[in-house]
């Protein structure tokens, strides 16, 4: 091997080292791009099922609006902040059905994926399911005196097989809420 072939060949290793690593980039970016474009801060659509004694809340929030920033947790304060958001919303101090006499049942809040430092709007999933003695009636809402970040809370019900959606907006200043308003 001559040293000109030589040189040609190190250039076309090192050439399709960089683009194997440029594809990675690229569907790291793609993610973070979808994460992105997935959410507004302040403002969240959760999905509400009620079907016979079962009750659940679903989907996801911009994870600024219950920890104040969306990247993994720099430091312990930051760690602390963010279990306590979650333990929050477990405790439904999010959102809840009020006065069903109802039980929550192995409550799930978590980001996914996880961590990861190209991420840079994550967002918290949130799966809580009750189970009530009586119909839900009604919503309570906390999410906006334990979260400072939250402005808007839109829920779309599904209240045994009847359709509604509720939007709810901080200054309105309501911590409960009928599910059957329109
Ligand atoms: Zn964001």
């Known amino acids: 091997m001559n040293s000109l072939t030589f040189y040609f060949a190190i250039l076309i290793l090192a050439c399709s080292h960089l683009s194997v690593a440029a594809e990675k980039t690229d569907s790291k970016k793609k993610k973070t791009l979808r994460k992105a474009a997935a959410h507004?801060?302040?403002?969240?659509?959760?999905?509400?099922?009620?079907?016979?004694?079962?009750?659940?809340?679903?989907?996801?929030?911009?994870?600024d609006d219950i920890a104040?920033?969306?990247?993994?947790?720099?430091?312990?304060?930051?760690?602390?902040?963010?279990?306590?958001?979650?333990?929050?919303?477990?405790?439904?101090?999010?959102?809840?059905?009020?006065?069903?006499?109802?039980?929550?049942?192995?409550?799930?809040?978590?980001v996914d994926p996880t961590f990861d430092k190209t991420i840079t709007h994550y967002e918290v999933d949130i799966d809580l399911s009750w189970s009530c003695q009586s119909p839900v009636k009604n919503l309570k809402v906390e999410g906006f005196n334990n979260f400072k970040n939250i402005n808007a809370l839109k829920f779309?019900?599904?209240?045994?097989?009847?359709?509604?959606?509720?939007?709810?907006?901080?200054?309105?200043?309501k911590t409960t809420v009928s599910l059957s308003k329109k």
């Not at 599904?158 to 200043?173: I, P, V």
């Open 40 to 63: 507004v801060h302040g403002s969240s659509e959760l999905n509400i099922v009620a079907s016979g004694n079962k009750f659940s809340i679903t989907g996801s929030l911009p994870m």
């Open 68 to 110: 104040g920033f969306e990247r993994a947790p720099h430091n312990e304060t930051e760690s602390a902040a963010l279990k306590s958001a979650f333990d929050l919303i477990k405790d439904g101090k999010l959102v809840a059905p009020e006065n069903a006499d109802c039980k929550i049942a192995d409550p799930k809040v978590f």
């Open 156 to 173: 779309l019900v599904l209240d045994q097989g009847k359709q509604t959606s509720l939007s709810l907006k901080r200054s309105e200043q």
